[in-house]
């Protein structure tokens, strides 16, 4: 079982920055791929960012060049650095460790406003 908790989420204007955290209970970075996703009134979940067990990342496209994805080894910690946000990235951020075959594990999401 993995367990994650996101933090670091809240309310921001339109143009401002913030850093979601989500830490995970040990060490499965060489496990598991990292993700984050966010899920808006109405919508489906989206795929937002995603780091591979070797760092490799994708981005959105709706996010490219404004979000960045990283991880902490030591503090079992990733992060998602979100900068000139906008009103349309108001949702619930969550976490995703994934192995690629059965297990598949989500934190309790995170609110993110934008405000315009």
């Known amino acids: 079982q993995v367990h994650l908790v996101e933090s670091g989420g809240g309310l921001v204007q339109a143009g401002g920055s913030l850093r979601l955290s989500c830490a995970a209970s040990?060490?499965?970075?060489?496990?598991?791929?990292m993700g984050w996703y966010r899920r808006a009134p109405g919508n489906q979940h989206e795929l937002v960012a995603s780091?591979?067990?070797?760092?490799?990342?994708n981005y959105a496209d709706s996010v490219k060049g404004r979000f960045t994805i990283s991880r902490d080894n030591a503090k079992n910690t990733v992060y998602l650095q979100m900068s000139s946000l906008k009103p349309e990235d108001t949702a619930v951020y969550y976490c995703?460790?994934?192995?690629?075959?059965?297990?598949?594990?989500w934190g309790q999401g995170t609110q993110v406003t934008v405000s315009s």
């Open positions: 780091m591979t067990r070797d760092g490799s990342l």
């Open positions: 995703n460790a994934n192995d690629g075959r059965v297990l598949n594990f």
């Open positions: 040990g060490s499965i970075f060489s496990r598991f791929v």
